[in-house]
Protein backbone atom coordinates (compact mmCIF):
# COMPACT_ATOMS: atom_id res chain seq x y z
CA UNK A 1 0.00 0.00 0.00
CA UNK A 2 3.01 2.42 0.61
CA UNK A 3 4.00 5.59 2.41
CA UNK A 4 -0.25 6.01 2.76
CA UNK A 5 -0.82 2.76 4.23
CA UNK A 6 1.02 3.44 6.96
CA UNK A 7 -0.26 4.23 10.53
CA UNK A 8 0.82 7.16 12.09
CA UNK A 9 2.94 5.73 14.54
CA UNK A 10 4.56 3.87 11.35
CA UNK A 11 5.08 6.97 9.44
CA UNK A 12 6.74 8.51 12.68
CA UNK A 13 9.60 5.98 12.21
CA UNK A 14 10.90 7.72 8.59
CA UNK A 15 11.77 10.90 7.08
CA UNK A 16 9.19 13.65 7.42
CA UNK A 17 9.81 14.27 3.60
CA UNK A 18 10.77 11.37 1.29
CA UNK A 19 11.74 12.73 -2.63
CA UNK A 20 12.09 10.61 -5.16
CA UNK A 21 15.54 11.00 -7.02
CA UNK A 22 16.29 14.43 -9.51
CA UNK A 23 18.82 12.16 -11.22
CA UNK A 24 17.09 10.98 -14.50
CA UNK A 25 20.27 8.29 -14.69
CA UNK A 26 19.97 6.85 -11.33
CA UNK A 27 15.66 6.76 -11.71
CA UNK A 28 16.87 4.49 -15.09
CA UNK A 29 19.32 2.24 -13.15
CA UNK A 30 16.50 1.55 -10.48
CA UNK A 31 14.20 0.83 -12.68
CA UNK A 32 16.51 -1.88 -14.50
CA UNK A 33 17.34 -3.30 -11.72
CA UNK A 34 13.62 -3.72 -10.75
CA UNK A 35 12.88 -5.13 -14.02
CA UNK A 36 15.51 -7.75 -13.44
CA UNK A 37 13.74 -9.54 -10.90
CA UNK A 38 10.64 -10.28 -13.84
CA UNK A 39 7.85 -7.95 -14.97
CA UNK A 40 5.69 -5.90 -12.72
CA UNK A 41 2.79 -4.16 -12.98
CA UNK A 42 3.23 0.09 -12.78
CA UNK A 43 1.48 0.02 -9.56
CA UNK A 44 3.97 -2.20 -8.06
CA UNK A 45 6.53 -0.43 -9.48
CA UNK A 46 5.41 2.84 -8.27
CA UNK A 47 5.69 1.17 -4.88
CA UNK A 48 9.21 -0.55 -5.10
CA UNK A 49 10.20 3.27 -6.63
CA UNK A 50 8.74 4.58 -3.76
CA UNK A 51 10.28 1.68 -1.27
CA UNK A 52 14.00 2.53 -2.68
CA UNK A 53 13.21 6.52 -2.30
CA UNK A 54 12.26 6.08 1.70
CA UNK A 55 15.36 3.42 2.06
CA UNK A 56 17.79 5.89 0.67
CA UNK A 57 16.15 9.01 2.28
CA UNK A 58 16.22 7.24 5.83
CA UNK A 59 20.03 6.58 5.03
CA UNK A 60 20.97 10.13 4.15
CA UNK A 61 19.00 11.60 7.18
CA UNK A 62 20.59 8.97 9.17
CA UNK A 63 23.92 9.46 8.41
CA UNK A 64 23.33 13.74 8.05
CA UNK A 65 22.20 13.64 11.82
CA UNK A 66 24.58 11.60 13.11
CA UNK A 67 27.48 13.79 12.06
CA UNK A 68 25.64 17.13 12.11
CA UNK A 69 25.47 20.09 9.53
CA UNK A 70 29.58 20.39 9.18
CA UNK A 71 31.37 17.91 10.86
CA UNK A 72 33.02 15.64 8.18
CA UNK A 73 31.17 12.26 7.72
CA UNK A 74 31.91 8.75 6.21
CA UNK A 75 29.05 6.29 4.71
CA UNK A 76 29.51 3.38 3.53
CA UNK A 77 26.77 2.02 1.29
CA UNK A 78 25.45 -0.41 -1.11
CA UNK A 79 26.65 1.22 -4.65
CA UNK A 80 23.12 0.77 -5.97
CA UNK A 81 22.56 3.84 -3.09
CA UNK A 82 25.52 6.01 -4.39
CA UNK A 83 25.46 5.80 -7.93
CA UNK A 84 25.89 9.23 -9.79
CA UNK A 85 25.77 10.80 -6.37
CA UNK A 86 22.14 9.78 -5.79
CA UNK A 87 20.36 7.84 -3.75
CA UNK A 88 22.08 8.48 -0.69
CA UNK A 89 24.46 11.57 -1.56
CA UNK A 90 21.11 13.41 -3.01
CA UNK A 91 19.56 13.13 0.50
CA UNK A 92 22.39 13.52 2.96
CA UNK A 93 23.10 16.63 0.76
CA UNK A 94 19.54 18.05 1.18
CA UNK A 95 20.44 17.82 5.05
CA UNK A 96 24.06 19.32 5.13
CA UNK A 97 26.08 22.14 3.30
CA UNK A 98 29.40 19.80 3.04
CA UNK A 99 30.72 19.27 0.25
CA UNK A 100 30.84 15.51 -0.51
CA UNK A 101 32.36 13.23 -2.89
CA UNK A 102 31.43 9.47 -3.85
CA UNK A 103 33.71 6.66 -4.01
CA UNK A 104 32.87 3.81 -6.02
CA UNK A 105 34.52 0.54 -6.02
CA UNK A 106 36.08 -0.07 -9.74
CA UNK A 107 35.39 -2.61 -11.66
CA UNK A 108 31.71 -2.24 -10.01
CA UNK A 109 31.33 -6.19 -10.78
CA UNK A 110 34.99 -6.17 -8.43
CA UNK A 111 36.30 -8.70 -10.66
CA UNK A 112 39.82 -8.08 -11.05
CA UNK A 113 41.83 -6.76 -14.39
CA UNK A 114 44.87 -5.77 -14.91
CA UNK A 115 45.42 -2.34 -13.70
CA UNK A 116 45.96 -0.74 -17.05
CA UNK A 117 42.86 -2.75 -18.55
CA UNK A 118 41.04 -0.75 -15.73
CA UNK A 119 42.33 2.71 -16.27
CA UNK A 120 41.88 1.98 -20.22
CA UNK A 121 38.23 1.59 -19.51
CA UNK A 122 37.27 4.62 -17.57
CA UNK A 123 39.62 6.99 -19.50
CA UNK A 124 38.10 5.84 -22.42
CA UNK A 125 36.11 8.54 -24.46
CA UNK A 126 32.22 8.62 -23.62
CA UNK A 127 32.63 6.21 -21.12
CA UNK A 128 29.55 5.40 -19.01
CA UNK A 129 31.18 4.42 -15.78
CA UNK A 130 33.12 7.34 -15.17
CA UNK A 131 30.03 9.11 -14.40
CA UNK A 132 29.05 7.16 -11.48
CA UNK A 133 31.29 8.16 -9.36
CA UNK A 134 33.37 10.51 -8.09
CA UNK A 135 36.30 8.65 -7.37
CA UNK A 136 37.16 4.68 -8.05
CA UNK A 137 38.85 2.51 -5.60
CA UNK A 138 40.50 0.40 -8.06
CA UNK A 139 40.60 -3.51 -7.94
CA UNK A 140 43.58 -4.79 -10.24
CA UNK A 141 44.92 -7.65 -10.10
CA UNK A 142 47.51 -8.66 -7.88
Known amino acids: GGLASLSPAQRAR ?10 ARY ?7 LAEHGPMA ?4 GRMLEAQAVWNENMGENAAAAAGPQTPLLVL ?7 YSA ?7 RRRTLAQ ?12 KPLAELL ?19 LPTP
Open 14 to 23: LPASVAQTAD
Open 27 to 33: LAYVKKS
Open 42 to 45: PVRE
Open 77 to 83: AGLGHML
Open 101 to 112: AVLLPYPLDCEE
Open 120 to 138: QALRKQGSEEIVLGDYFWL
Open 87 to 93: GVPESAA
